[in-house]
Every structure is written in C-alpha cells, then in structure tokens.
C-alpha cells in the first residue's frame, strides 16, 4: 500500500472562512486525487493531478481549488466553506497513467462546516 | 457522463456462503476494472483488479469482467463476517482521461454468523 496520510483528520469550521486539506505521500506517485465521500452520493473527483504543478477538474470541483508544489504533498482548499461541502474527503494516489491505474487512498479527513 | 451502477443492498449471506456483486457500467471503451472495500468510517481498500475478459482469483475473491455485456462481478467465496463492508465498483476510462476512476455507490454486504 502506498504511504499516505491526510491532515487534519478531524475538522470543525464555520461557513465562510477558508480550509485547506493535506494530503502527503511517500511513494513518489505520479497522480493525486482529491475525492469526496456522501451518502447517496459515493465518491466523486474533486480535483487530480498528473504531476507537479499539473491539476484539473473532477467532476464537483466548484468551491474548491488545489495545489501541488512537491511530488509528495497534494493541497485541497475551500476558499469559503459552506455547509454543502461537509464531508468526508478523501486523498488517493497512483502511479501508473497508462492501462493499470490503480488508486490508493488515504486514511480520509471528516469535515463539518457549521 | 459515466456511469457505474451497483446494486445498493443489503446482501445478506450466511458464513461460509458465496457473495456476488455485480456492477456493469456505462461508458463501452471503458478499460480498466477494479473492486475495493470499505469498512464502516474507513477509507476504502483495493482489493481487485481486472483488465481483460474472463475470471481473475485471489484467494477467496474472483473478478469477473464481461465487457460485451459491460458487465463486472465479484465473488467472495467461504464468506466469513470480517468481510461485512461496502464493496465498491470503479471503471477506468481509456487515452487521456485512463488516470481517473468512476465509482459506483457501492454494495453494503453482511455476512451473518
């Protein structure tokens, strides 16, 4: 399994003030991968990234946007939280682009925007 | 737009029984297939993956991926109530978007002593 980690794991914030999710990895995996994870919703790509300073859209990525300025750290931040945006969010990463791209995740981030 | 579609369960089986889950899927040039799981307030785990037609075995678990029918399974086999999870289903798209994954909502299988 790749060596990834999230901080915080654990957030309470209030709506309207920025947030930024981190996500750090120690296997030197090419692509990152912001998801979040609703009931009745499964997960859905916020943001990706190809490489370093290399990112685009998922498929829910208004309110948010990312950064990666190291191979191994991957940044999510909500400009302004707003109570949709509670959840859990969660980091993967892959190492192969190509016909095996296996995604491995992090250990996940609740957030509760008040 | 993608789509991968499971069955939301419960499944329900009794120790020792064979689990199947299905999960077809929506996009025909889809290429790779892959199965995690997910225990209650975790992060989810890969645990297959399958890229070519026919039955692929580990240990207990069996892929199956049919894609004429567009079509993907797994079976658990001796299911024992440690496997009690969400199982979820996830498509890889082809060329420039192959890096991304669509997954489905997942599967809530409990395996019952």
């Known amino acids: 399994d790749a060596g990834i980690t999230q901080s915080p794991r654990h957030k309470v914030t209030e709506t309207g003030t920025p947030v930024t999710l981190r996500c750090h990895q120690t296997e030197n995996h090419r692509y990152m991968y912001w998801y979040r994870q609703d009931p009745g919703h499964g997960l859905r790509l916020i943001h990706y990234?190809?490489?370093?300073?290399?990112?685009d859209k998922g498929e829910v990525s208004d309110g948010y946007s990312v950064s990666r300025s190291k191979t191994e750290d991957f940044l999510l931040t909500l400009e302004s939280a707003t109570s949709s945006q509670t959840s859990v969010y969660f980091c993967a990463t892959g190492s192969r682009g190509e016909a095996y791209n296996e995604q491995f995740f992090g250990p996940g981030t609740r957030l509760t925007v008040l | 737009q993608k789509e991968v579609e499971q069955n939301s369960g419960p499944l329900s089986v009794p120790e020792g029984a064979i689990a199947s889950l299905n999960c077809t899927y929506s996009d025909r040039v889809s290429q790779s297939f892959f199965w995690y799981r997910q225990y209650s307030g975790k992060s989810p785990e890969l645990i297959m993956s399958i890229y070519s037609n026919g039955d692929k075995e580990d240990g207990r678990f069996t892929a199956q991926l049919n894609k004429a029918s567009q079509y993907v399974s797994l079976l658990i086999r001796d299911s024992q109530p440690s496997d009690s999870a969400t199982y979820l289903c996830a498509v890889g798209g082809w060329g420039g978007s192959n890096y991304k994954l669509t997954f489905g909502k997942g599967t809530l299988l409990t395996v019952n002593p």
């Open positions: 990234s190809y490489g370093v300073k290399d990112t």
